[in-house]
């Protein structure tokens, strides 16, 4: 089948949001061993690297590169093509994980039952909500104790303000933990507590089977009462309000005892949206069009430390990719020369033949392709929606041989590309200052641009607490503005007007006295 819109309806592409120690990385196996990607369970790794010092953490990317593996996995799931887009585990690379779910059409939530809704988890769903991504949600951990299914919801709902619409519900918890009943289906999935292989599992029809009570005892008796008021409280999933991103499916389970996995993997397969049209500045674009584009999101580097390699992930958003194809890249108002593209199956990395909507490319990248490049067949447009986000933490650049300015500059420019940090150039002094989100990420440049393009620096601390774009409408007060205030305005890598807050006073204040200009902690990609 070669047909753009058949091929674009069977896909699936998703991201999982967790806080740090969720199950992320265990549910993410647990979803490749079920659509049968992986054979053996502790093939998924890598993330765990996040969780060594600095240090370690960049030797351990130098010896074998960020995994890539981990990052695209692409398996077939009942008739569908399932793509599942990593995001980065640790936190400073959190600008990274925003960026992929730019690039998804629904995700997946992952909470732990003793937990419930974490910051991290908070921050994301923000993330989800500027493009109304809809969300499963997975409640993990259920064979440790965890606190009453019933506040976990009501949680999800204060919290996140989604409306949630229990799927399967918890018999029993922890040591008690015997099972779910699956609402939809009027079934019980029970538990053996067998972690190291997909096992059989038994199965009972019927919420009120006869011997259940005798069988599990209070856990039975306790559900009873849960579904009853789940029942009464009007709880019914809607796949509409679902799509819109109002109502969660809540699955529960133990991500490490494959227990509830499969029945979420149906659910999602089910109900989650094929890919949907894209804005761009000139006009919406159909996943059915015949056309090929895509949009950037995501450049790794030194994926393969003997090349130097740098890969550009790319969504397709319409068309076929075929391989050899012409590619123009809108910002650079021409062709760029593409030698191979890569699909990502779960344990490899390929050259591909063809793409369709919703599957991601990975794309050899000698530095002429940076986030939020649209690739076309010609047609000039923009993707809308690939945010760059302000940054919270600054430091100020000292090279330690003047003479290397022009790689330092160079090297920071391709850096800012890549999405590794953001560089912003005052405009009345020669300063170079740096914004990112996590301090690992100033490590990572500081090591790049010795390890890359062999210029020695150090940072140190400025004066800015946080940055914000500005424009007005107005020109004329927009240049009295900047005027007045030109000791703390730089330009941003793309020339944009950037204003530098020395504290949260500061900006508050600039505010109250200029309520013509608008201070964005956002900003699109150029
Ligand atoms: P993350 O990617 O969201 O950070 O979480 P990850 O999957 O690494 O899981 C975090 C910890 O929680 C791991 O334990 C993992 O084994 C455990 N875990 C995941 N799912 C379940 C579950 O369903 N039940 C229980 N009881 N534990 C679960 P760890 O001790 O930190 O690591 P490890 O030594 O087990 O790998």
Same mark, same amino acid.
Not at 450 to 462: A, H, L, Q, T
């Given at each position: 089948m070669s047909n753009v819109a058949d091929q674009a309806l069977l896909r699936r592409t998703f991201a999982i949001i967790s806080h740090p120690d969720a199950g992320k990385t265990t549910l993410t196996e647990k979803l490749l061993l079920f659509g049968g990607a992986i054979q053996l369970a502790g093939t998924v790794k890598g993330r765990k690297a996040t969780r060594h010092a600095t240090s370690d953490w960049m030797a351990l990317e130098q010896q074998r590169g960020i995994s890539i593996t981990t990052s695209v996995m692409q398996f077939p799931y009942k008739d569908r093509i399932v793509n599942l887009l990593d995001t980065p585990g640790h936190e400073d690379f959190s600008e990274d994980t925003y960026r992929t779910l730019t690039a998804v059409d629904s995700a997946l939530m992952v909470i732990d039952a003793a937990k419930g809704v974490e910051t991290r988890t908070i921050k994301l769903m923000e993330v989800c909500r500027l493009r109304d991504t809809p969300i499963i949600s997975f409640v993990n951990k259920l064979d440790r104790e965890g606190r009453p299914p019933l506040e976990l919801l009501d949680e999800i709902e204060k919290v996140l303000g989604l409306q949630c619409t229990p799927i399967t519900w918890p018999l029993g918890m922890g040591r008690e933990f015997k099972g779910v009943y699956h609402l939809l289906e009027d079934r019980f999935y029970l538990y053996s507590g067998d972690k190291h292989r997909i096992s059989e599992i038994e199965t009972v029809d019927g919420l009120l089977s006869p011997g259940?009570?005798?069988?599990?005892? *209070?856990? !039975?008796?306790?559900?009873?009462?849960?579904?009853? &008021?789940?029942?009464?409280?009007?709880? /019914?999933?809607?796949?509409?309000? !679902?799509?819109?991103?109002?109502?969660?499916?809540?699955f529960f389970g133990s991500a490490i005892s494959n227990f509830g996995v499969r029945e979420l993997l149906n659910g999602f397969v089910e109900w989650a949206p094929p890919p949907q049209p894209r804005a761009t500045d000139a006009r919406d674009v159909e996943p059915t069009e015949s056309k090929f584009s895509g949009f950037v999101f995501k450049i790794q580097a030194n994926m393969d430390p003997k090349h130097r390699d740098r890969v550009a992930f790319l969504r397709v958003c319409s068309g076929a990719y075929r391989r050899g194809m012409a590619l123009h890249s809108v910002r650079l108002g021409g062709p760029v020369r593409i030698s191979s593209a890569l699909t990502f199956m779960a344990s490899d990395r390929e050259t591909v033949e063809e793409a369709w909507p919703g599957d991601i490319i990975g794309l050899h990248n000698h530095g002429n392709i940076a986030i939020g490049d649209a690739l076309t067949e010609g047609e000039t447009l923009r993707f809308l929606g690939i945010p760059n986000f302000a940054p919270e933490l600054f430091r100020r650049v000292v090279l330690r041989d003047p003479l290397k300015?022009?790689? &330092?500059? +160079?090297?920071?420019?391709?850096?800012?590309?890549?999405?590794? %940090? *953001?560089?912003?150039?005052? &405009? %009345?002094?020669?300063?170079?200052?740096?914004?990112?989100?996590? %301090?690992? *990420?100033?490590?990572? @440049?500081? #090591?790049?641009?010795?390890?890359? !393009?062999?210029?020695?620096?150090?940072?140190?601390?400025?004066?800015?607490?946080?940055?914000?774009? @500005?424009?007005?409408?107005?020109?004329?007060?927009?240049?009295? #503005?900047?005027? +007045?205030? /030109?000791?703390?305005?730089?330009?941003?890598? !793309?020339?944009?007007?950037?204003? &530098?807050?020395?504290?949260?006073?500061?900006?508050?204040?600039?505010? /109250?006295?200029?309520?013509?200009?608008? #201070?964005?902690?956002? +900003?699109?990609?150029?």
């Open positions: 259940l009570g005798d069988r599990f005892g *209070q856990s !039975y008796q306790t559900l009873r009462d849960e579904i009853e &008021l789940l029942q009464m409280a009007g709880t /019914e999933f809607d796949l509409d309000k !679902y799509r819109a991103a109002k109502l969660t499916p809540v300015a022009k790689q &330092l500059n +160079k090297g920071l420019d391709q850096l800012c590309e890549e999405g590794a %940090t *953001q560089v912003y150039r005052p &405009l %009345t002094n020669n300063d170079i200052i740096l914004g990112a989100v996590g %301090t690992l *990420q100033f490590d990572v @440049v500081q #090591f790049r641009l010795r390890d890359e !393009y062999n210029v020695e620096s150090s940072f140190e601390p400025v004066s800015v607490h946080c940055a914000r774009w @500005v424009d007005c409408p107005d020109p004329a007060l927009f240049n009295a #503005f900047v005027d +007045k205030n /030109e000791t703390r305005m730089a330009r941003d890598h !793309y020339g944009d007007l950037v204003y &530098l807050a020395s504290s949260s006073v500061n900006l508050s204040m600039t505010r /109250e006295r200029h309520p013509e200009v608008r #201070f964005l902690d956002t +900003k699109e990609h150029a």
